[in-house]
């Protein structure tokens, strides 16, 4: 099973900040967190992971509790491109099965 | 730099057929998986492997069989399809270990009729 939990659907005005909530209450201490998006049925994309420190690139922030139970992803200026179900992944690590959850399905409001 | 690349795009078969979806990395990944995806849902684990002779299976394997011959390929056999199994297919590959970002093929669409 899937070791993350996150919102079904967010909906977020174009232009804005999309933050995108993840739990992951029994993450253990050497697990990443990553996150991934997938618009409309193309292969899932890379966007960003983190381990314990907050992240930031060219497409998103990560912002990770201080506890590592749960983060959050900041997509900082919406568009309509960034309409997708995105997907908080914790990596399993003694066999690094990447293993999916339902996702957030990403509405973006013009 | 062709990174994960899936044939065939779409497919049609007939109940009880086989077939081989191939999957194929040139980045020298150890790690490649096989994940289906259901209609309005998220993709499940089918098999992976993390090297050459190598693989174990995920959360839905049955009625699937893969083998790693190679690094760089990762077929995925249907040995009799069955309607259940009319999914789109995605491959992944990765190097081993934490912190390393998993890229993703654009699919295989299959449909069994």
Request: proline residues 5%.
């Amino acid at each position: 099973d899937a070791k993350t939990t996150q919102p079904p659907s967010m909906d977020c005005a174009e232009g804005r900040a999309a933050n995108l909530p993840c739990n992951h209450s029994t993450i253990s201490g050497n697990e990443y967190v990553y996150w991934y998006r997938q618009i409309h049925s193309q292969g899932p994309q890379y966007i960003i992971h983190g381990l314990k420190n907050n992240e930031t690139n060219e497409m998103a922030s990560l912002i990770i509790t201080e506890d590592r139970k749960s983060s959050t992803l900041i997509l900082p200026h919406a568009t309509l491109r960034d309409t997708a179900v995105y997907y908080c992944i914790v990596r399993v690590n003694r066999d690094d099965k990447i293993i999916f959850g339902k996702g957030t399905r990403l509405h973006i409001l013009p | 730099n062709a990174g994960v690349t899936q044939t065939p795009k779409f497919q049609v078969l007939k109940t009880g057929q086989s077939m081989t979806l191939q999957c194929a990395q040139d980045m020298n990944h150890e790690y490649m998986s096989w994940y289906r995806q259901d209609p309005g849902m998220g993709l499940r684990l089918i098999h992976y492997s993390v090297g050459a002779g190598i693989t174990d299976q995920g959360e839905v394997p049955n009625g699937y069989n893969v083998s790693r011959s190679t690094t760089e390929d990762f077929p995925l056999r249907l040995l009799s399809a069955a309607p259940s199994q009319t999914s789109v297919y995605f491959c992944a590959s990765t190097r081993m270990g934490l912190g390393t970002e998993a890229f993703f093929g654009q699919g295989t669409r299959l449909t069994v009729v």
